[in-house]
Every structure is written in structure tokens, then in C-alpha cells.
């Protein structure tokens, strides 16, 4: 099982909103190494999503239940998309400025490549982002 994190600006598509609507798909994506990211993503793959924007934090946990197809979003079949199921919020987000600040952090892709909208995270980042989280 492969870890991931994903970028959503709150405004446009919230945590809360993908909890009401139990699946989402994670579609519209047109950087080519995001691109990339998700055409990996398997399901079952465990996706952490980040709050962009003014929030700048990690919210909730998700799980890839589809892996990447056609987005259909763009009629280029070279744009993947994802679907992907909560599984539960963390306990308190964990800002932007803790991940940056925690030393086992300091080369995860979201301190280094902040544009990124979907990228991979090793296992041992993903628990530690996780234990952040725990209220």
C-alpha cells in the first residue's frame, strides 16, 4: 500500500463536504507530475488531504477506491483521475508550519515542491503527519 497527499482549496471542495458526500472524485488535476502521482494511485492506497489556501493543513485521512481513469473532466485521455472515499478526520489539523517544523518532516513534498497538488509520501511520514493529528 502506497501513501499520498492531495491538495483541496476548502472553498471549492472541503473536508466536511467529502464526508456529507461519502466519495469524490478527484478529477481536474493538469500539472503533469501530479498527473503522474495519481495514475499511481492504487485502491486501497491510504491519501491524506490538505486543506490549501488560508487553512494550510492536513484534515482527514482517504482511501483510494478507484484507481486512476480517464478524467472526464477533459477530453484528453492523458488526464487520470481517482476516486476516493473518507475514512476519517484526524483529531486536530496539523498545519503547514508544524509539518515544516517537525525535523523528520523537513523532506516531505509538501516543504519541498508546495506547488504540487498530489504527491507521494513515504510510510513513516504519513504515521508521523498522522500522529500530529491526534488530538
Known amino acids: 500500500m502506497?501513501?499520498?497527499?492531495?491538495?483541496?482549496?476548502?472553498?471549492?471542495?472541503?473536508?466536511?463536504?467529502?464526508v456529507e458526500e461519502k466519495r469524490a472524485r478527484w478529477d481536474g488535476v493538469r500539472n503533469y507530475q501530479a498527473r503522474n502521482n495519481l495514475a499511481e494511485m492504487k485502491k486501497g492506497d491510504e491519501v491524506l488531504i490538505y486543506h490549501s489556501g488560508d487553512d494550510k493543513a492536513v484534515v482527514g485521512i482517504?482511501?483510494?477506491?478507484?484507481?486512476?481513469?480517464?478524467?472526464?473532466?477533459?477530453?484528453?485521455?492523458?488526464?487520470?483521475?481517482?476516486?476516493?472515499?473518507?475514512?476519517?478526520?484526524?483529531?486536530?489539523?496539523?498545519?503547514?508550519?508544524?509539518?515544516?517544523?517537525?525535523?523528520?518532516?523537513?523532506?516531505?513534498?509538501?516543504?519541498?515542491h508546495t506547488r504540487l497538488s498530489v504527491m507521494p509520501l513515504g510510510a513513516a511520514e504519513f504515521r508521523a503527519i498522522v500522529a500530529l493529528g491526534k488530538a
Open 2 to 18: 502506497a501513501h499520498w497527499l492531495a491538495k483541496t482549496e476548502p472553498s471549492t471542495y472541503s473536508w466536511q463536504r467529502f
Open 62 to 112: 482517504a482511501s483510494v477506491s478507484k484507481a486512476a481513469y480517464p478524467d472526464p473532466t477533459i477530453d484528453d485521455e492523458r488526464w487520470v483521475c481517482v476516486d476516493l472515499v473518507p475514512v476519517r478526520a484526524l483529531g486536530k489539523p496539523v498545519p503547514l508550519a508544524t509539518i515544516k517544523a517537525e525535523p523528520s518532516l523537513k523532506d516531505v513534498a509538501l516543504v519541498r
